[in-house]
């Protein structure tokens, strides 16, 4: 256990500190505060609309601003956690640090275990930029708590499996730009299998698309519909991809 | 301490390593000497666990570094060709976190020790980054004994390092002699020499010899430095050289030549050289000797099989 909180560590802080991460939230914070206060602005006036007389009274604020405002933030984290993560491979190997871990008394696993933390706490970073806005807002009308912890929940696992997979996509090159490509199509590609698994026709692989069909499982969680059964399923992507990174690092030394 | 059993590595079709088989005691400084692409530095890649071998065995106090890698790592510290740094962290943080990483409680003044040992005191806070390469290279060994390691393994430490830094270093590994068993790869014989009780000498990936350092004079020729000046050397010039060089100076039209034991004599010729000739065009050291070496040895390795 001490060996990955020992890289967790590492990893985690020297990131902290750079002024990259700064950056990088802040452009983000700044994007998001635009379309926020914007389809607040829209989400009034369609309210002052529906309670006019003859109209049928409240929108609800969860379905019809946030859930658009949620679509905003996946748009940005499937492009800025690939950018997050991508050193942290690739980075090792180029530093000739990687020889370092590998050569240290400690197991693979636990070298992607406390990258894989230190990454979801960055990108726990930036869900906490996005989240501020509705925060804020709430302090001035009435939201549905339990359908935005929900979400919260569900962004926190989102994040996990773009983290895990853009991992994984760090150790598959040498490069961190083509890291950046391959994480950002890896967490792209995760719509595609959504979309297959509502058209399938075989009943058969539309049972084996829905196992891995991230997005449908954290929309659930986004609506406030809290299933046991898709935080189960969300971990497990996360162990896959963690495992697959694992077999990489450990298959570069065998070529 | 440690056995290497029979070891073969190939890089796809390059047979990087043909059989190669010895063992280190304790407490001995030990040279692995060969030519560049000799796998000198393969073979340490495969006795710190980090590739594994197409084929054999490496053992760390009897321990299979392949079957049980955690406790085997535990007993080594590793010095790859290219000091394995992280550039943004400070130099005290990134001892502490090879520390950390290795021991189950690493102590403040353990990294003191070797913070001192090292002469790094005066840059203990600063960044990797802002630090000379002889600074870099002394990290890179802090970094690889941070542990109290049994056996230091270091890929080439003196390589790209200034003569005064190399002199620095050199004495560094007499020091630490006397706590690690250290093995060490250069392709300088003098090198080795200098530092070594025992030298093992690899070429293309195989195991030619094993002598203690006494014995490797039998195999040694003498290098000769090359001085070109621009005029050939008048009867007053080459009296002079003959009077203060004897036997050591051969003269071939403009080029001058001495026979030299060792590498810190060069600075003393070329100022010599200035004196008498009052200025050298160009200055060469042939660096054949391990070669010719080379030659030698394995010539006579077949006649000995024959
Ligand atoms: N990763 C690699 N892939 C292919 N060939 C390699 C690789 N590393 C080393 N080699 C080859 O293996 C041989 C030994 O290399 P190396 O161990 O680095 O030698 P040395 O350290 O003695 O200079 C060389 O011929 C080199 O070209
Ligand atoms: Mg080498």
Same mark, same amino acid.
């Given at each position: 256990?001490?060996?990955?909180?020992?890289?967790?560590?590492?990893?985690?802080?020297?990131?902290?500190?750079?002024?990259?991460?700064?950056?990088?939230?802040?452009?983000?914070?700044?994007?998001?505060?635009?379309?926020?206060?914007?389809?607040?602005?829209?989400?009034?006036?369609?309210?002052?609309?529906?309670?006019?007389?003859?109209?049928?009274?409240?929108?609800?604020?969860?379905?019809?601003?946030?859930?658009?405002?949620?679509?905003?933030?996946?748009?940005?984290?499937?492009?800025?956690?690939?950018?997050?993560?991508?050193?942290?491979?690739?980075?090792?190997?180029?530093?000739?640090?990687?020889?370092?871990?590998?050569?240290?008394?400690?197991?693979?696993?636990?070298?992607?275990?406390?990258?894989?933390?230190?990454?979801?706490?960055?990108?726990?970073?930036?869900?906490?930029?996005?989240?501020?806005?509705?925060?804020?807002?709430?302090?001035?009308?009435?939201?549905?708590?339990?359908?935005?912890?929900?979400?919260?929940?569900?962004?926190?696992?989102?994040?996990?499996?773009?983290?895990?997979?853009?991992?994984?996509?760090?150790?598959?090159?040498?490069?961190?730009?083509?890291?950046?490509?391959?994480?950002?199509?890896?967490?792209?590609?995760?719509?595609?299998?959504?979309?297959?698994?509502?058209?399938?026709?075989?009943?058969?692989?539309?049972?084996?698309?829905?196992?891995?069909?991230?997005?449908?499982?954290?929309?659930?969680?986004?609506?406030?519909?809290?299933?046991?059964?898709?935080?189960?399923?969300?971990?497990?992507?996360?162990?896959?991809?963690?495992?697959?990174?694992?077999?990489?690092?450990?298959?570069?030394?065998?070529? | 301490?440690?056995?290497?059993?029979?070891?073969?590595?190939?890089?796809?079709?390059?047979?990087?390593?043909?059989?190669?088989?010895?063992?280190?005691?304790?407490?001995?400084?030990?040279?692995?000497?060969? !030519?560049?692409?000799?796998?000198?530095?393969?073979?340490?890649?495969?006795?710190?666990?980090?590739?594994?071998?197409?084929?054999?065995?490496?053992?760390?106090?009897?321990?299979?570094?392949?079957?049980?890698?955690?406790?085997?790592?535990?007993?080594?510290?590793?010095?790859?060709?290219? !000091?394995?740094?992280?550039?943004?962290?400070?130099?005290?943080?990134?001892?502490?976190?090879?520390?950390?990483?290795?021991?189950?409680?690493?102590?403040?003044?353990?990294?003191?020790?070797?913070?001192?040992?090292?002469?790094?005191?005066?840059?203990?806070?600063?960044? &990797?980054?802002?630090?000379?390469?002889?600074?870099?290279?002394?990290?890179?060994?802090?970094?690889?004994?941070?542990?109290?390691?049994?056996?230091?393994?270091?890929?080439?430490?003196?390589?790209?390092?200034?003569?005064?830094?190399?002199?620095?270093?050199?004495?560094?590994?007499?020091?630490?002699?006397?706590?690690?068993? &250290?093995?060490?790869?250069?392709? &300088?014989?003098?090198?080795?020499?200098?530092?070594?009780?025992?030298?093992?000498?690899?070429?293309?990936?195989?195991?030619?010899?094993?002598?203690? &350092?006494?014995?490797?004079?039998?195999?040694?020729?003498?290098?000769?430095?090359?001085?070109?000046?621009?005029?050939?050397?008048?009867?007053?010039?080459?009296?002079?050289?003959?009077?203060?060089?004897?036997?050591?100076?051969?003269?071939?039209?403009?080029?001058?030549?001495?026979?030299?034991?060792?590498?810190?004599?060069?600075?003393?010729?070329?100022?010599?050289?200035?004196?008498?000739?009052?200025?050298?065009?160009?200055?060469?050291?042939?660096?054949?000797?391990?070669?010719?070496?080379?030659?030698?040895?394995?010539?006579?390795?077949?006649?000995?099989?024959?």
């Amino acid at each position: 256990m001490k060996p990955v909180k020992v890289i967790f560590k590492r990893d985690f802080f020297s990131r902290l500190k750079s002024p990259r991460l700064l950056v990088i939230l802040s452009l983000c914070a700044l994007f998001w505060s635009v379309i926020f206060i914007n389809l607040t602005l829209t989400y009034q006036q369609s309210s002052i609309l529906a309670s006019q007389p003859g109209q049928t009274g409240l929108l609800n604020i969860h379905s019809q601003l946030m859930m658009s405002y949620f679509s905003w933030i996946v748009i940005l984290l499937i492009l800025v956690i690939p950018i997050l993560i991508m050193g942290f491979i690739s980075g090792e190997r180029k530093s000739h640090t990687f020889e370092l871990l590998m050569t240290a008394p400690i197991h693979p696993y636990q070298i992607i275990v406390g990258k894989f933390f230190a990454g979801w706490g960055l990108g726990l970073l930036l869900l906490a930029c996005a989240f501020f806005f509705p925060m804020v807002l709430s302090f001035y009308v009435d939201m549905d708590v339990m359908a935005m912890l929900s979400s919260f929940l569900g962004f926190s696992l989102l994040v996990a499996v773009y983290v895990s997979m853009s991992l994984f996509a760090s150790s598959l090159t040498h490069s961190p730009m083509v890291a950046v490509g391959l994480g950002f199509l890896l967490n792209l590609s995760l719509f595609l299998i959504a979309g297959f698994s509502w058209d399938a026709t075989s009943a058969l692989i539309a049972d084996l698309l829905q196992q891995v069909d991230v997005m449908t499982k954290v929309n659930y969680l986004f609506m406030g519909e809290f299933h046991l059964s898709s935080i189960f399923g969300l971990f497990s992507v996360v162990v896959i991809f963690l495992f697959l990174s694992e077999r990489m690092i450990q298959a570069e030394r065998w070529q | 301490m440690i056995e290497v059993k029979n070891v073969y590595k190939n890089y796809g079709p390059v047979e990087a390593l043909k059989g190669v088989s010895f063992d280190l005691g304790k407490g001995h400084v030990i040279g692995l000497l060969g !030519p560049n692409g000799a796998g000198k530095s393969t073979i340490m890649k495969i006795m710190t666990g980090f590739l594994p071998p197409t084929q054999g065995q490496v053992k760390i106090a009897d321990i299979d570094i392949w079957e049980n890698p955690v406790p085997a790592k535990q007993k080594i510290g590793y010095l790859p060709e290219n !000091p394995p740094l992280y550039e943004s962290m400070r130099v005290y943080d990134y001892l502490k976190f090879c520390a950390d990483l290795r021991l189950d409680h690493s102590s403040a003044e353990r990294i003191s020790f070797v913070v001192d040992r090292l002469g790094l005191a005066e840059v203990v806070h600063k960044r &990797i980054l802002h630090l000379s390469k002889g600074f870099k290279q002394r990290v890179g060994i802090a970094q690889a004994m941070v542990h109290n390691p049994d056996v230091l393994i270091l890929d080439e430490p003196t390589i790209g390092l200034d003569p005064v830094q190399m002199i620095e270093i050199r004495d560094l590994i007499l020091e630490l002699k006397k706590d690690h068993t &250290i093995f060490i790869s250069t392709h &300088i014989l003098t090198e080795v020499e200098k530092t070594c009780d025992q030298v093992i000498i690899i070429n293309k990936g195989q195991i030619i010899a094993r002598e203690s &350092i006494g014995h490797l004079s039998k195999w040694k020729n003498n290098k000769r430095v090359y001085f070109t000046v621009s005029t050939k050397p008048s009867q007053d010039q080459f009296d002079l050289l003959f009077r203060k060089f004897g036997e050591r100076v051969k003269v071939n039209g403009n080029e001058v030549s001495f026979e030299v034991k060792d590498d810190l004599e060069n600075s003393k010729l070329s100022q010599s050289m200035i004196e008498i000739f009052g200025g050298i065009s160009s200055m060469r050291v042939d660096d054949s000797s391990l070669e010719e070496i080379f030659v030698q040895m394995t010539s006579e390795q077949a006649n000995e099989t024959r």
